[in-house]
Structures are given as structure tokens and as C-alpha cells.
């Protein structure tokens, strides 16, 4: 009967040594093996000019319910879409004044943006869940920031409660003004939201707190004001490790689940994907992603299967599901002259590595890469 | 039981890669996985790497079929590539006479995805076919309006076989004083190309000859194209009670009567008589003037045998001994019972042509008259080959030590006129089985006596390679897959045992 080994036993080694060099490196009194990590021959390592940095250009995209994409992916055009969704805060507004509410003005600047952000415009969604507390009063003016609570009551409303506006921004702080679109509340003037008369909760000298939950706020932003910089290998190629570094920390703002590559096949009349005009999404595997906090993104580039060779342009979108960011986002763009590694070769005793054409050169020249994966595994003891 | 009792469990030498159903099941001296490693000497090491094969400013790409053309001055490769803006199959010939030089294209076609080539006498033929689905199954077959080609090897684009005649009518006369047997005649020309081909007999007419004297001819036809080297004149003997039908008469090549080119149209005094009219044309009346394609081409017994056309995949075309272009279209042919499973390949062993499906296997034997009377033997009912899946021995041929090697949906074997069991894959049944059986049409095969090496194209384009040094039995033979960043979709051998893969880009897809 089979016995499993015990963990850590049966290796694959990566690396090309010999039987004799594993079993040499091999311990049995060891719970982690020594690995024979040494090549036996130098190898040469990955090189070519297979993928050329682009100047990267990060952005964020968020794949919002909202038909207004805006179709931000035109050949050319950086705008991007942000999704900033505090959805675990609500907007609390005040009301003063039974007859002549104040308007409960509400502020954007760009602290609270993510850095770097430089917004275009932008559409302010909310879902119609709105609260009202008659009770809490707030002095005038104040603008709190709370999180949701059982003490607040559902608002007795009519009409409708969602619905979208699309605020104009200018240069500076971000100040959405709203329209009028509730049929109770009739709080929207321009720049602020004020109490309706209407509304019999509210009664003179008290300031009524109201809560917009569940509050969105899409923005579509230009070209953004901060970029990675690729500090890994200049030329990646699959399996060379890339790296995109933000100073400012960029890539804690969307808080990626995982990392895909798109191709550019705008020319090709291709159109699938969330991205039109892009192609492909190859996932960059967890095991292949070193590194990744808010300044920095290291991985292995992943095998560029299905994607046509030639120069191409690719697209690192990182993706996410979670309450800070969903969807798919941009990150970087990359020209790449993906090789044509196709052609007559020859077996050659004693190379411990593979030469292929390099058809990204003119002439065209030779690449060394090494063998993919070289390993063995035993049976069970 | 004491430590002291314990038995030690020795490891090694590793016998390479098992990969037969449950992992636990794998021996001890085994691999469980292996990738890119080979055996050496009683330990494993790394494969050997690849190296570019054409140090030339424009190698070929986009490789797809390869063949081994031995000349008499080289070593020479034909290559099968895709024309990534045409998407034709375009084939070239490689020259390994160590100048680079590069052929070609010899010859395109549109949906020649790959190509049957066997080479003879110093020249090579070929036959582009494709893939065609029939339901959820992909066959192939040579390509529809599609014919054999015959490439001299010098560079000049390859030429349809046989060839086409042109009109006309001879003119023939009374010559200066000579002899004849007196009498009623029928003449005629045949053509000859720079390949030996002769063509049916054309210009036919009639005349009587006088026993005193010789025979003139005129208005002889000249053959389109440059492959035309030489024409013939042919007669009947003295005709008695001639019945009108100028075809219904025996020819021979009149001795002598020979016009050693394309262009002169007059021939004059020529004497023979009727005795001397040995060597028969008759049968050219019956060949093919073009040749349909088919996918798979095969050299038996100084025959050219091709199988499955286009329009009749049960169909083996055979020519006369040493006229590889001259296949007659009546006589010539080996009707295998119809089925829905195609010829693949036929290979030659001890005398006997074994012809192919993908599983059955049917034995002829050449009885020394025409194809169509040899009688066909079901050699087996279940096992079969695809059509590259007939071992190549170094660079040609497919005989080793009096026994064939094949891979087929039950593995890869041997075959000496059965097929033996265990399989040689034994060891790896279960990653033969995960092979896609639409594409064994990829699978190819060669052997390397000095290596004792046996390297397999697989269908999901590794490299398989077998180490036999330890002997040719389902036991010993030691495998171990090996991987690329391109995918293998041909293997040679030239110079002995210098290993030439082709090898195609990944992202285009396995077809």
C-alpha cells in the first residue's frame, strides 16, 4: 500500500539539476528539502526586446450600471471612469428652517479623491434609501459623516428617490449641484440640498438630519496625474518579473482582486470584453503576483497564449470585487513586439538552453530563453 | 519492526516517465511527471536546447510540414509553411549544402495545410492535402482540383505530374529508300518530360508503307511546356482489315524514331521493321494526365502508391515499376471495400504494402502484374495509423531491424506484420489518451538507431522522446515529454543524427 510522503518530500525542482544533484541536496532529517537550486550550466537568462515599456498610463475604470460609459476608450483618449462608492457612510444634510430650509451644501474637494485624480466630470447616483431622524439634532451648518445606525428611521416618502444628476465640476473643489427630482424633499437647488416644506417630520428649531445612503458619485476623469513606473525588466517578457511602482500610493486605491492582459485589436475589428476595441484578459494566475501594496506591483509576466503575434499594444487591467472597488481597471499599457518564434531548429546536445528567431528585430536576430519548466516528480515511497 | 530491520528502498536509475492511471500506482524508478529532461547515461539531465537552423536574414516561419530530401549532393529539406497574409500553404526547399540557400516557394496553394512527399530518383513528389471534418470527425484527403506535383530540386517551381497533351494530327510520307514491313500502320507520338513521363500517344494516323522504303513524318506536336524533353514515334505493326479505331490497336516505340527535343516537327527516313517493334506504349492510353491528390505517398516496390483523393478516400493509386508519373487509370488502382475511415498512410515491409485507416491495416503483395489484381488482406481490424504515423528511419524509409514503429490511438508499437503488445507506451497510456484523436494527424515519428532515440511529434505539440538503449520493449524504453514556447509540428533527421524540429507559433492554435 502507498504511504504518502510526508510534506515537503516529493519536489519538483525547478531548476534543471540532475537526479544525483536532488538526491544529493536531499535530507531526510529536514522538513524542507535543500534545494538544488543551481543550474548546471549558466543559463542565459531571459532577454529580447519582446516587450517595450510604454509611457504607462494608469487609470481607473469602474464597469458601472449606468449605459453612460462614455465610451472612454477611444483610440487615444486616457478618461477613464472612477467609481467612488462610500457605500458604507451616509451623506447627512440639515435642514434648519421649516419654510426656508438652508441648503445643505455638498463638498467635494480633491482630498477626497483619491491622489492624484483630476476629474472631468461626473454623475451623482443615489438609490432612493434615504433616512430621516427628527430626533438628532445637528447644529446648522455641520456636515457629519455617519455611519448608518438602527436609530434611524426610514423616511416616509413618495414619488421616487432614485434617480441621477450629472453635476458640472470645475477646477478645484468638486461641487455637484443637484436639481430637483424628489417630489417631497424639493431640496434640490443649486449647490445644496434643503428641507422641503412639506415635510411635516420636520419642525422649526429643530435640525432634522437627513441621510442619503447608499450614495455614488461617478466620476470620469481625464488622463490622471500620477503613473506608474515600471522599475522591473524593461524588456518582459513572459516570465520575467515586471514591476510598477507608485510613489504615491496609487495602487492601494482600488484594492485589486487580480490582474489581466488585454490586447489591442481596435484594428482588427475585433470587439469583445468589457473593454471594446480590447481583447483577451489573460489572468495573471495569484502565483504569479509577488508583490502588491499601495506602491508597488510586482509579477511575473504571464504566457502570452492566444495572443497574435506582431506588435501589439497591451492593456494590465487589474480587477476587483469588493466594497471599495468592482470592476476592471487599466493600469498600464505596454508596446510589445510579441516574436514570431516559429521556424526550423535544430536539437543541440549540450545547450542548456532554447535560441529561438527573433523576429521582433530587424534583422532579424536570435533570443535565449530557458527551458520552460524543466522538472521531474517521483512516485510516492 | 526495529530500525535495524527496516529495508532500505534503493532509488534509481530512473526509467523516465509513468503516466498510467492512479499516480500512486507509479514505481519507484519512475517519474510521476517529467518535462524537459532526458536520460543520460543511468541519470537524468536536461534536454538538449534548440538552436535556429538557418542562419539566413529571412528564415522560414509560420513551419507546418517537413520532409527529409536526400540528393546526391545534400541533405536537403522540404518545408511546408503558412503565408500569414495569404494564409496559402507555401512550400520550400531548404538546401543543406551549407550556403543557406532557400527554394521557394516551389509551391502554393490555398488550403494546403499540410503535404505527402516521398522523394525518387533525385526529384521529389508531392501531394498538398488538407483536413476536412465529417461530423464530429476530422479526416484528410488530398484537396479538392488538386494534383501530384513533382519537384526536380533545383529550384524551379514544382510542375503537376504527368502532364497534358497537346492536338494535332500527324503527317507521315513515304521517306528516302530504306524498309518496312509493307503495309497499313497507325503512328503516333508520345512526349517525354525531363521525369521520364510519356505521354499517351497523340497525333494518330494512319499510313501504308512501302517495304523499300523509309518513313517520313511531319507536323509532329510540340508539347506545352518545358518539362517536354523528347517525343517518341510510335507504330502498330502492319495492320490487316484495319477497323477505323486508332486507338484500338497495340503502339511500340519504333527504335530510333526519337526527337531529343521540343521544338523540331519533322522526323524523316526512318526504317524498321515490324519484328523490331518490341517495346509496347499501349498502356500510356490509359494513364492519368493529372494525377489527383492524395495524402499520402509511398514508394513500394519502385511503385509510387498514392491514397485518398479527394473524391475517393478508399482509393489507392499505383504507377508502373520505375514510373512514378505513370498510373494507369484502369488498371492501376487498388480499390480498398468503401468505409467512412480514410487511407491514411501506406508503408512497405518485407515486400508486403501495408495500406492504412486510422484503425485497420490491409496487406498487398505485389504479384508482379497490375495493381488492380493483387488481392487485399485484412491485416487488422483495430489498429491502424494516422497518416504520419509510420516511424521514419534517420531520413527516409520507415524499416528498422525488419519491423515498422507506429503511433495510433492505442499507443505507440511495433509492427512486423502485427502489431505487438504491450505497446512501447505502456508507461504512458493515460498521456497517449489525453491526446486529442482529431489530431493525430499531427503525430510523426522518427528513430535514431545511433541514438537510440525515438522522437514523437505529439498532438498537443510537445515532443515526445523515447530512450531505448536499454532495449525496444514496453518496459525499458524510457519517455519524457518535452515542452517549448512554440509548438512541434515536424521532426527530421539529417547528417546522421542531427535532429530538426519545425516548429510553429502557439497563439495560432493546434489544428
Redesign the interface.
Known amino acids: 500500500m502507498?504511504v504518502p510522503p510526508p510534506q515537503g518530500f516529493i519536489k519538483?525542482y525547478p531548476d534543471?539539476v540532475?537526479?544525483?544533484q536532488a538526491?544529493n541536496g536531499w535530507s531526510l532529517n529536514s522538513d524542507v528539502p535543500p534545494m538544488p537550486t543551481r543550474p548546471?550550466a549558466d543559463l542565459q537568462a531571459y532577454f529580447a526586446a519582446r516587450v517595450v515599456n510604454d509611457a504607462v498610463a494608469p487609470c481607473f475604470r469602474r464597469d458601472f450600471e449606468s449605459p453612460g460609459g462614455s465610451g472612454v476608450y477611444a483610440p487615444g483618449v486616457n478618461t477613464y471612469e472612477l467609481s467612488f462608492s462610500p457605500s458604507h457612510t451616509g451623506i447627512q444634510f440639515f435642514a434648519s428652517s421649516l419654510s426656508d430650509p438652508p441648503d445643505a451644501t455638498l463638498n467635494f474637494t480633491d482630498a477626497d479623491f483619491p491622489a492624484g485624480l483630476s476629474i472631468n466630470q461626473a454623475a451623482l447616483w443615489w438609490d432612493g434609501l434615504g433616512r430621516f431622524d427628527a430626533a438628532r439634532e445637528r447644529d446648522i451648518g455641520s456636515i457629519n459623516w455617519k455611519f448608518f445606525g438602527s436609530t434611524y428611521n426610514t423616511m416616509a416618502l413618495t414619488g421616487s428617490w432614485g434617480g441621477q444628476t450629472t453635476p458640472a465640476f470645475g477646477a478645484g473643489a468638486i461641487i455637484p449641484s443637484f436639481f430637483t427630482h424628489w417630489s417631497i424633499l424639493q431640496l434640490m437647488k443649486t449647490f445644496g440640498i434643503e428641507v422641503p416644506v412639506t415635510s411635516s417630520a420636520v419642525t422649526f428649531g429643530l435640525t432634522p438630519e437627513f441621510v442619503i445612503s447608499d450614495f455614488y458619485l461617478y466620476a470620469i476623469y481625464n488622463t490622471l496625474q500620477f503613473q506608474y513606473t515600471n522599475t522591473g525588466t524593461p524588456n518582459a517578457i513572459?516570465g520575467d518579473i515586471t514591476v510598477l511602482e507608485s510613489p504615491t500610493g496609487s495602487m492601494g486605491l482600488f484594492d485589486p482582486d487580480g490582474f489581466k492582459i488585454y490586447w489591442d485589436t481596435r484594428d482588427e475589428e475585433e470587439d469583445s470584453g468589457p473593454f471594446p476595441g480590447w481583447t483577451g484578459g489573460i489572468l495573471i494566475p495569484r502565483r504569479l503576483i509577488l508583490t502588491l501594496s499601495d506602491v508597488e506591483l510586482r509579477f511575473i509576466m504571464p504566457e502570452?497564449?492566444?495572443?497574435?503575434?506582431g506588435g501589439r499594444r497591451l492593456m494590465l487591467v487589474g480587477t476587483g470585487e469588493g466594497s471599495v472597488f468592482t470592476g476592471e481597471v487599466p493600469l498600464a499599457n505596454y508596446n510589445v513586439q510579441?516574436v514570431?518564434?516559429?521556424?526550423?531548429?535544430?536539437?543541440?546536445?549540450?545547450?542548456?538552453?532554447?535560441?529561438?528567431?527573433n523576429?521582433g528585430t530587424t534583422?532579424?536576430t536570435?533570443i535565449d530563453?530557458k527551458?520552460?519548466?524543466?522538472?521531474?516528480?517521483?512516485?510516492?515511497? | 519492526m526495529s530500525v535495524r530491520d527496516h529495508a532500505p528502498?534503493p532509488?534509481?536509475p530512473?526509467k523516465g516517465l509513468?503516466q498510467r492511471g492512479d499516480?500512486?500506482?507509479?514505481?519507484?524508478d519512475?517519474?510521476?511527471?517529467?518535462?524537459?529532461?532526458v536520460r543520460?547515461g543511468k541519470?537524468?539531465?536536461?534536454?538538449?536546447?534548440?538552436?535556429?537552423?538557418?542562419t539566413v536574414?529571412?528564415?522560414?516561419?509560420?513551419?507546418k510540414r517537413?520532409y527529409n530530401f536526400p540528393r546526391l549532393t545534400s541533405n536537403d529539406?522540404i518545408?511546408l509553411v503558412e503565408n500569414e497574409t495569404t494564409g496559402n500553404g507555401e512550400i520550400y526547399h531548404?538546401v543543406n549544402d551549407g550556403t543557406g540557400t532557400v527554394f521557394g516557394p516551389i509551391l502554393t496553394k490555398a488550403g494546403m495545410t499540410d503535404f505527402a512527399f516521398v522523394p525518387y530518383a533525385g526529384r521529389g513528389y508531392i501531394c498538398p492535402f488538407g483536413t476536412f471534418q465529417t461530423g464530429d470527425i476530422n479526416i484528410q484527403k488530398g484537396l479538392q482540383n488538386e494534383f501530384l506535383y513533382v519537384y526536380l530540386g533545383a529550384g524551379v517551381a514544382a510542375r503537376k505530374a504527368a502532364g497534358s497533351t497537346p492536338a494535332g494530327t500527324l503527317t507521315i510520307a513515304n521517306g528516302a529508300a530504306g524498309h518496312t514491313d509493307a503495309g497499313l500502320k497507325i503512328f503516333g507520338v508520345v512526349g517525354e518530360t525531363d521525369t521520364g513521363y510519356l505521354s499517351p500517344p497523340i497525333a494518330l494516323n494512319t499510313f501504308t508503307t512501302g517495304s523499300a522504303l523509309s518513313v517520313s513524318f511531319s507536323n509532329i506536336p510540340v508539347f506545352v511546356g518545358a518539362q517536354w524533353i523528347k517525343r517518341h514515334i510510335v507504330a502498330s505493326i502492319s495492320i490487316t482489315g484495319f477497323n477505323g479505331n486508332l486507338e484500338g490497336y497495340d503502339l511500340f516505340y519504333i527504335p530510333g524514331a526519337v526527337i531529343n527535343d521540343n521544338v523540331t516537327t519533322v522526323l524523316a527516313n526512318i526504317s524498321f521493321y515490324d519484328a523490331e517493334l518490341l517495346e509496347d506504349a499501349s498502356h500510356l492510353f490509359d494513364n492519368y494526365s493529372s494525377i489527383p491528390a492524395g495524402c499520402g505517398l509511398n514508394i513500394y516496390k519502385d511503385r509510387l502508391v498514392l491514397n485518398t483523393t479527394f473524391d475517393d478516400i478508399n482509393l489507392c493509386l499505383v504507377s508502373n515499376p520505375g514510373e512514378p508519373e505513370a498510373i494507369n487509370q484502369i488498371d492501376g488502382l487498388l480499390t480498398l471495400t468503401p468505409e467512412s475511415s480514410p487511407l491514411t498512410c501506406s508503408q512497405e515491409l518485407r515486400d508486403v504494402l501495408y495500406v492504412g485507416r486510422r484503425t485497420k491495416v490491409i496487406g498487398y503483395v505485389d504479384n508482379g502484374d497490375v495493381p488492380s489484381s493483387w488481392v487485399p488482406i485484412v491485416i487488422d481490424s483495430g489498429q491502424g495509423w494516422p497518416v504520419h504515423g509510420i516511424v521514419t528511419v534517420l531520413d527516409s524509409g520507415g524499416t528498422t531491424v525488419d519491423f515498422l514503429i507506429v503511433a495510433n490511438f492505442g499507443g505507440v508499437m511495433i509492427f512486423n506484420g502485427k502489431f505487438m503488445f504491450p505497446e512501447l507506451s505502456y508507461k504512458i497510456s493515460s498521456l497517449w489518451k489525453d491526446q486529442d484523436r482529431n489530431l493525430f494527424r499531427r503525430i510523426q515519428l522518427i528513430i535514431v538507431p545511433t541514438t537510440k532515440l525515438i522522437y514523437i511529434v505529439l498532438p498537443d505539440g510537445r515532443l515526445l522522446i523515447g530512450d531505448y538503449a536499454d532495449g525496444l520493449d514496453h518496459k525499458n524504453i524510457c519517455w519524457s515529454p518535452q515542452?517549448?514556447?512554440?509548438i512541434v509540428n515536424y521532426i527530421m533527421v539529417v547528417n546522421i543524427d542531427?535532429?530538426?524540429?519545425?516548429?510553429?507559433?502557439?497563439?495560432i492554435g493546434i489544428t
Not at chain 1, 304 to 309: A, D, N, V
Not at chain 2, 43 to 52: E, F, L, S, V, Y
Open positions: 502507498a519538483i534543471q540532475t537526479i544525483v538526491l548546471q513572459p502570452y497564449l492566444g495572443i497574435p503575434y510579441l514570431d518564434g516559429s521556424g526550423v531548429y535544430q536539437l543541440t546536445r549540450g545547450q542548456r538552453h532554447d535560441t529561438y528567431y523576429r534583422p532579424i536570435e530563453l527551458f520552460p519548466r524543466p522538472r521531474f516528480r517521483t512516485g510516492f515511497f | 528502498l532509488m534509481g530512473f509513468w499516480p500512486e500506482n507509479v514505481p519507484l519512475h517519474f510521476e511527471r517529467a518535462n524537459n529532461i543520460d541519470d537524468w539531465t536536461n534536454r538538449p536546447g534548440i538552436a535556429i537552423s538557418q536574414v529571412a528564415p522560414l516561419k509560420n513551419i517537413g529539406e518545408i531548404i515542452s517549448f514556447y512554440v542531427d535532429v530538426i524540429v519545425g516548429m510553429d507559433n502557439p497563439n
